[in-house]
């Protein structure tokens, strides 16, 4: 009997190739990407990953922290996407531009304190 390791237990760049993977994550990567009503496949959802956390390999995020961090946003920002967490206050807003760093983008509602 195998046993599976929990995925927040995994190395980094095996959860990204893990998402990678994922239909759902594929769909996410193609809309923050301005590609609405298209998919992406595991290719185009790996370079989308390296090009937000602005590294060559995926075997970088486990090492470079800066691209770790980035990737813990991304995958935050998927969870909210998908539903399993509530959407949540931008904490990369920008005061100059009133936005964030939000792969999709968004524009911050200072009434509600929330990114949209």
């Given at each position: ?47 989308f990953v390296r090009t937000y956390c602005k590294i060559e ?60």
């Amino acid at each position: 009997m195998s046993s599976r390791q929990p995925f927040h237990s995994l190395f980094t760049s095996q959860q990204a190739g893990i998402l990678c993977n994922d239909a759902r994550f594929q769909r996410f990567a193609a809309e923050a990407c301005d590609c609405q009503g298209r998919q992406f496949n595991e290719s185009a959802a790996a370079q989308f990953v390296r090009t937000y956390c602005k590294i060559e390999s995926r075997r970088q995020l486990d090492s470079d922290s800066a691209a770790k961090l980035k990737f813990q946003i991304l995958r935050t920002e998927f969870d909210a996407w998908t539903g399993k967490i509530a959407s949540q206050p931008c904490s990369f807003w920008h005061a100059d531009t009133l936005s964030c760093g939000r792969p999709s983008g968004c524009r911050y509602d200072q009434k509600t304190g929330r990114c949209s």
